[in-house]
């Protein structure tokens, strides 16, 4: 089973930045995908950015394209989220994901069957 483990986040003033951290331990190499989805108060589930091991390729939501940024490295099961020009709006719980399926669609929370425990970040005006 493998389990995820988010670092980072925290308070940032509108136009700061912030990053964010993620670990997968047990069951390790097995992962096919990591991604970022956050929730604000009150709202879904919604997603992030995501990172392909085999191919390495990236995937924004259209809200935060051209701001934040994922890395990750495949043989550590790491992946960082780096956030900047952040806005009131990017407030929320952000959550790590995992998934060691193929080919699902990236950005839907039912791919992913491993999740960490989600980190607060707070952007204020």
């Known amino acids: 089973q493998v389990q995820l483990l988010e670092s980072g986040g925290g308070l940032a003033q509108a136009g700061g930045s912030l990053r964010l951290s993620c670990a997968a331990s047990g069951g390790t190499n097995s992962t096919t995908v990591m991604a970022w989805f956050r929730q604000a108060l009150g709202k879904d589930r919604e997603f992030v950015a995501a990172?392909?091991?085999?191919?390495?390729?990236?995937r924004y939501a259209r809200s935060v394209e051209g701001r934040f940024t994922i890395t990750g490295d495949d043989a550590k099961q790491t992946s960082n989220l780096e956030m900047n020009s952040l806005k009131p709006e990017d407030t929320a719980v952000y959550y790590c994901a995992a998934t060691p399926y193929y080919g699902r669609t990236y950005y839907y929370t039912g791919t992913y069957p491993y999740w960490g425990q989600g980190t607060p970040v707070t952007v204020s005006s």
């Open positions: 990172i392909a091991w085999s191919t390495s390729n990236v």
